[in-house]
């Protein structure tokens, strides 16, 4: 217990001075994530970005509950949902980076775009 005293105001100031920190910096507003984005963005950033992709695609799933199947051919949730699954995020980064490494002149196109044509819809026609 008296190590979590000590811990605890510790942690305090630290997020503290890192909120501090956050709002002196210049708001940025990022739309739509293309390879000009990713090819410069670090592996963390990268891993981050695809598990937010994966948690809205869960969500999004969770929210269509009975309805799931009638998003076939009007939302992009179904295929990337089936057309990724068992995909892990480590061969998700490699065949996004492998991408943009072959197709330097596609850096303005969409990540999604890319998990999606490239990745998605690829695996559900094999």
Request: glycine share 8%.
């Amino acid at each position: 217990m008296k190590r979590l005293s000590v811990l605890l105001p510790l942690l305090l100031m630290a997020a503290l001075s890192m909120s501090a920190w956050a709002a002196e910096q210049p708001p940025q507003d990022l739309g739509i994530v293309t390879g000009e984005h990713w090819v410069p963005s670090s592996l963390e950033q990268k891993r981050a970005f695809l598990i937010g992709v994966g948690n809205v695609l869960e969500i999004g799933q969770a929210l269509a509950g009975d309805d799931y199947e009638k998003l076939r051919g009007i939302s992009i949730l179904p295929v990337l949902l089936e057309g990724l699954s068992g995909v892990g995020i480590a061969e998700m980064v490699e065949q996004v980076d492998a991408y943009y490494a072959s197709n330097p002149d596609q850096v303005n196109r969409p990540v999604i775009e890319v998990l999606y044509i490239e990745m998605a819809l690829p695996k559900l026609a094999s």
